[in-house]
């Protein structure tokens, strides 16, 4: 049985194709793992913010249901009690900028409703936020934020992030911070299509 034998200067250089091979692979993870975890963050970022707008959403509609009509301040949902109309405090951060003051409430009138339907079903225009009829669905409202100042107060049928800029995730068709928002005709509009859902035959 034959033994292959390796000279000192293969070693040498095996040793050091290894090394810059290493090297290369060091370079590399250096510049793309940081770049792809910062992505990563961002995106959970977005997920935690649109997460806690619906969580608003929620708490706008517990308001409605029970004093038939809006909120006109975050503190008045974040102080009610039996029942609670949010989770916990409801001092939430807004995760984009990590500041409990960053978020802005969307008074009724800077939703504009959109032509179009909802999954290929046609749209009826209607009164309330969205477009919508009394049992169908419509589609998600547009935000115009010129209508809806950082300073507004009063009746509030969302809430949106105070940021600005391109973002990773799509809501409501929206691409860019400013545009994000998810309003309680939007939660209304949700649930319908869930519970339309479930009562198709299978």
Same mark, same amino acid.
């Given at each position: 049985?034959?033994?292959?034998?390796? +000279?000192?200067?293969?070693?040498?250089?095996?040793?050091?194709?290894? $090394?810059?091979?290493?090297?290369?692979?060091?370079?590399? !993870? /250096?510049?793309?793992?940081?770049?792809?975890? +910062?992505?990563?963050?961002?995106?959970?970022?977005?997920?935690?913010? $649109?997460?806690?707008?619906?969580?608003?959403?929620?708490? !706008? /509609?517990?308001?409605?249901?029970k004093f038939q009509g809006l909120p006109t301040s975050l503190d008045q949902l974040r102080e009610a009690k039996q029942p609670r109309m949010l989770r916990g405090d409801g001092k939430w951060p807004m995760p984009l900028t990590g500041r409990e003051d960053d978020w802005i409430m969307v008074p009724p009138n800077a939703v504009e409703a959109q032509a179009g339907g909802v999954n290929g079903m046609p749209q009826q225009q209607g009164v309330g936020v969205g477009g919508a009829q009394p049992g169908q669905p419509g589609t998600p409202g547009k935000l115009n934020p010129q209508a809806s100042p950082k300073d507004y107060v009063g009746p509030f049928v969302a809430v949106r992030p105070n940021a600005t800029g391109p973002?990773?995730?799509?809501?409501?068709?929206?691409?860019?911070?400013?545009?994000?928002?998810?309003?309680?005709?939007?939660?209304?509009?949700?649930?319908?299509?869930?519970?339309?859902?479930?009562?198709?035959?299978?």
């Open positions: 049985m034959s033994r292959t034998t390796i +000279s000192k200067g293969q070693e040498g250089f095996t040793l050091a194709a290894l $090394i810059v091979i290493l090297t290369i692979m060091s370079i590399m !993870i /250096a510049y793309t793992v940081p770049t792809q975890w +910062s992505l990563v963050m961002r995106r959970e970022r977005e997920k935690q913010t $649109i997460y806690l707008m619906k969580q608003y959403a929620r708490g !706008i /509609a517990n308001w409605e249901r973002s990773l995730m799509k809501l409501n068709g929206a691409e860019d911070y400013s545009q994000w928002v998810y309003t309680l005709q939007d939660l209304k509009n949700e649930i319908q299509m869930q519970q339309m859902a479930l009562s198709v035959p299978k």
